[in-house]
């Protein structure tokens, strides 16, 4: 089955302790992405990858690191997570020039940062 | 940059009612316009999308009508059904590829 997988589903965690939110494609997309998704705010972008080795900043990158070592992997790393970065964390993917399919999102992640 | 407005922010229909949600974007160059259903607990899934050289689209109960001029775009679901009930993302792309997403739209179709 296409899909992204995100992990983990649910994450509580401190103040200043590094995390990292994994992100898997298994449809060899080129561009991958990283949203949050707050109320009233929508989606907005944090990363983004359109390929291997090649990364930048979405909207909203102050505090967030990525990497794309892989095509199928683009993991998501809090270095030093804040409360203002709890949120609901989504990865998305699509093949480049196929952007008429639209993203594939994976089912979200969210974080609570105390 | 680009910036989509959606409106109402949430809508409450009748089972078999129309519903109807609309978006605006602000940059001229914007040539694809995809619409995302989010179900509770669920990541966005893109329900039906339309390009710039496109004026509608219908798949089943659902299409999405595009005016360039006015720049805007809107989606009408007729018949609704509880199952419907979600939040609606617009969203809009220039070339770089980067969708703008609209701040969501929650649909509940009471039965």
């Known amino acids: 089955e296409a899909q992204v997988t995100q992990n983990p589903r649910y994450l509580i965690t401190v103040t200043g302790k590094k995390l990292t939110v994994t992100c898997s494609q298994n449809m060899n997309h080129e561009y991958m992405s990283w949203y949050r998704q707050d109320p009233g705010l929508g989606l907005r972008q944090i990363y983004y990858s359109m390929n291997v080795e090649v990364t930048d900043k979405g909207d909203v990158p102050e505090g967030y690191k990525v990497s794309r070592k892989e095509k199928r992997n683009f993991p998501l790393i809090l270095e030093s997570p804040s409360p203002n970065q709890t949120s609901l964390y989504f990865c998305?993917?699509?093949?480049?020039?196929?952007?008429?399919?639209?993203?594939?999102f994976g089912s979200g992640t969210r974080l609570t940062v105390v | 940059g680009e910036n989509v407005e959606q409106h109402p922010s949430t809508l409450s229909v009748q089972e078999g009612d129309s519903a109807v949600i609309k978006c605006t974007y602000s940059?001229?160059?914007?040539?694809?316009f995809p619409w995302y259903k989010q179900e509770l607990g669920k990541g966005p899934q893109l329900i039906i999308d339309i390009r710039s050289n496109v004026g509608e689209k219908k798949d089943q109960r659902i299409a999405v009508t595009l005016n360039k001029t006015a720049k805007h775009f809107s989606l009408h679901i007729t018949e609704t059904q509880p199952e419907d009930s979600a939040v609606y993302f617009c969203a809009a792309s220039i070339v770089s590829e980067k969708l703008v997403f609209g701040k969501g739209t929650k649909l509940t179709v009471n039965p």
């Open positions: 998305a993917s699509h093949p480049l020039g196929g952007l008429s399919y639209g993203y594939t």
């Open positions: 940059d001229s160059a914007s040539n694809y």
